[in-house]
């Protein structure tokens, strides 16, 4: 709890304001609404920081009306309920000179501290679709006129106890219906004394991982697809049988002497009577790219028509 030892008196009277805002949040929109009236209360004796009686530094209504009817001195201008309404407090400022204070100074000050308080709050705040809130912010002015947040109240009391809440409370709960209900449906639905003081835009985002479950069935061997490639030849090396499979021509036999022949450096191949030299030289880069099948296709295209002996 706040305390001040410079606060603002009236009457030598220690005094904090009750006002009630509301937060609704509808189709993922937080939206804050700033109650335009308010009331006052006050302590039953005069301030003294000698003495800390709760009489004196408290001002809620649960606790100052069991002092209601002591003997107030140099409080006699004070109602005997302990609250002003808004009006009345205004009247006062006038006869200070400083009725301009309300609408200029504590009022938007007041939105201020709870602007900053909602924002703050808003990681831990648990949202709900369709949700609405009612609190009781109490507020103290000091005596250079700085407003300053004492607490806020959950479910704040709305009962008709005094002269002052007998008026102010169910207008309250009438313009909370309008606001939640009435102006929800219909946007141009007036909304009383609520005042719409901030707007935000949250989106719902679902609990991932809060209940999840997965169903389904096991997926089978014989479920699965063979694939229509044929297995790639990891062997080192240009072989014949391996380039063959890649071509469905035949290459035909050959005696021996010239498939050695063939991956040497440089082949003689004798061909009867007129004898012919064909020279071929094959290098080993070319020969372990381009294979077995290019070597020996080549020998064979150069190769006289003659028939080997």
């Not at 000179?97 to 705040?125: H, Q, T």
């Not at 809440?165 to 709960?173: D, E, G, L």
């Not at 005696?255 to 094959?282: C, E, F, L």
């Amino acid at each position: 709890c706040l305390f001040s030892e410079r606060p603002l008196l009236i009457h030598c009277t220690k005094f904090d304001i009750r006002q009630y805002f509301l937060i609704t949040y509808t189709n993922n929109v937080l939206k804050v609404w700033m109650y335009k009236n308010c009331y006052l209360r006050f302590s039953s004796r005069m301030f003294n920081l000698d003495d800390f009686s709760e009489s004196i530094h408290l001002t809620n209504y649960s606790i100052q009306k069991n002092y209601a009817k002591e003997v107030r001195e140099g409080a006699d201008a004070l109602p005997a309920s302990n609250m002003w309404s808004l009006k009345r407090f205004q009247e006062h400022l006038q006869s200070l000179d400083k009725g301009f204070y309300w609408e200029r100074k504590i009022y938007p000050d007041m939105k201020k501290n709870i602007l900053a308080i909602v924002c703050a709050s808003l990681d831990g705040m648990k949202m709900e679709r369709n949700m609405f809130e009612l609190y009781g912010a109490d507020f103290m002015v000091t005596e250079n006129f700085r407003t300053m947040l004492i607490e806020i109240n959950t479910s704040p009391d709305l009962s008709s106890s005094t002269d002052v809440t007998s008026v102010i409370c169910p207008a309250v709960q009438e313009d909370l219906v309008k606001v939640v209900i009435d102006n929800t449906k219909d946007k141009r639905a007036g909304t009383g004394q609520f005042e719409l003081i901030h707007s935000l835009e949250i989106p719902r985002v679902a609990p991932y991982g809060y209940g999840l479950t997965v169903d389904g069935h096991s997926m089978q061997s014989k479920h699965r697809s063979k694939s229509p490639l044929s297995p790639i030849n990891t062997s080192t090396g240009p072989t014949v049988s391996s380039t063959a499979t890649s071509t469905p021509k035949r290459v035909p036999a050959m005696p021996v002497a010239t498939a050695t022949a063939a991956v040497g450096a440089t082949t003689a191949i004798p061909t009867g009577a007129n004898t012919k030299y064909s020279r071929y030289t094959a290098s080993s880069s070319e020969s372990s790219s381009r294979g077995s099948k290019s070597s020996l296709m080549s020998v064979i295209l150069d190769r006289p028509r003659t028939t080997l002996k």
